[in-house]
């Protein structure tokens, strides 16, 4: 597959098929219309893939990456789709280290090109259907300083702990047969457990027709009303699932993110985490429905798994 990078027409090509399937867009106004600059009048006048936009009151110039994360690159574009090509294929992401190996650029450069792929296959559409909600962790404990207390246990008015908190939003995959796509997710840091943050972030990522379905935190309980049903389960009473009721699969994202710092990443910068977050929910995004396997135990009796 990195060979089909090698040239970087071909990579162009490639990339203007996937940024616009329906035909040339205007970078700057939106416009369809554009013309192809390049080899006018049999002499070639501009690089190739620069395109004029035919709008009168625009004429902006523009190529594939403009306005992209992308833009005005110095890399060579069959550096990036061999780079997005890596990070896709890996199940649970790939560490600058290993991407600047592979690639042959210098790990910050690896590192700044990781970030500009995952704003890439961020996604923005509210979730819809059943979706399912939980608050995450980011972040490891900071270094202690001279003068350090213990994070409060209770005390009145300190955090319990001093890492960075996250909500998480993971879709019910809306059609359960074998092979059918297994949901998206949205998951954002917020400042504090407040309702407000907990409000920002919800009304971005879950539409207010959908079914919402979390545990017993209060900030949950009163923001439910703003979705057409909410249903809770009951953590703290070791209840986990009312029937079709449960957030198991947020508990699975989560669990999926901390694999993935802990496996590939090492750490991740709580600024950062969002990105973070968009890639581990495109990799969630593309599993597919697999289905229940029967098995048969040792004693003949039939279990699905
Ligand atoms: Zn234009």
């Given at each position: 597959m990195i060979r089909v990078f090698q040239d970087e027409d071909h990579c162009r090509y490639l990339l203007e098929a996937m940024a616009w399937p329906k035909g040339r867009i205007c970078a700057a106004c939106g416009y369809r219309g554009s013309i192809a600059l390049m080899g006018r009048q049999n002499r070639r006048?501009?690089?190739?893939g620069l395109y004029q936009c035919s709008n009168g009151v625009c004429r902006s110039q523009f190529t594939?990456?403009?306005?992209?994360?992308?833009?005005?690159?110095?890399?060579p574009l069959r550096v990036w789709l061999s780079g997005l090509w890596l990070m896709l294929q890996s199940d649970k992401g790939i560490s600058s280290i290993r991407l600047a190996e592979a690639l042959g650029v210098s790990q910050p450069t690896a590192w700044r090109m990781g970030h500009a792929l995952r704003l890439m296959v961020g996604r923005e559409q509210a979730l819809d259907g059943v979706a399912k909600i939980d608050g995450l962790y980011v972040g490891s404990k900071p270094w202690r300083e001279m003068n350090y207390s213990p994070?409060?246990?209770?005390?009145?008015?300190?955090?319990?702990?001093?890492k960075t908190p996250a909500l998480v939003a993971v879709q019910r995959p809306p059609d359960l047969s074998v092979g059918a796509s297994a949901g998206e997710t949205r998951a954002a840091v917020i400042e504090d457990l407040s309702e407000s943050e907990a409000d920002r972030v919800l009304t971005e990522a879950v539409d207010p027709k959908a079914h919402l379905m979390s545990d017993e935190w209060k900030e949950f309980v009163s923001l439910?009303?703003?979705?057409?049903a909410h249903d809770t389960v009951h953590h703290k009473a070791?209840?986990?699932?009312r029937g079709p009721v449960h957030i198991n699969s947020a508990e699975g994202f989560n669990d999926r993110v901390r694999r993935t710092v802990s496996g590939a990443f090492h750490h991740i910068s709580p600024h950062l985490a969002d990105l973070y977050f968009n890639e581990i929910g495109f990799h969630w995004s593309q599993?597919?429905?697999t289905g229940q396997a029967p098995r048969r135990t040792r004693k003949g009796r039939q279990v699905t798994k």
């Open positions: 006048r501009a690089r190739s594939v990456t403009t306005r992209t994360p992308l833009h005005a690159t110095k890399l994070p409060g246990r209770g005390r009145k008015g300190e955090p319990k702990t001093l439910g009303g703003a979705f057409s070791r209840k986990y699932a599993r597919v429905v």
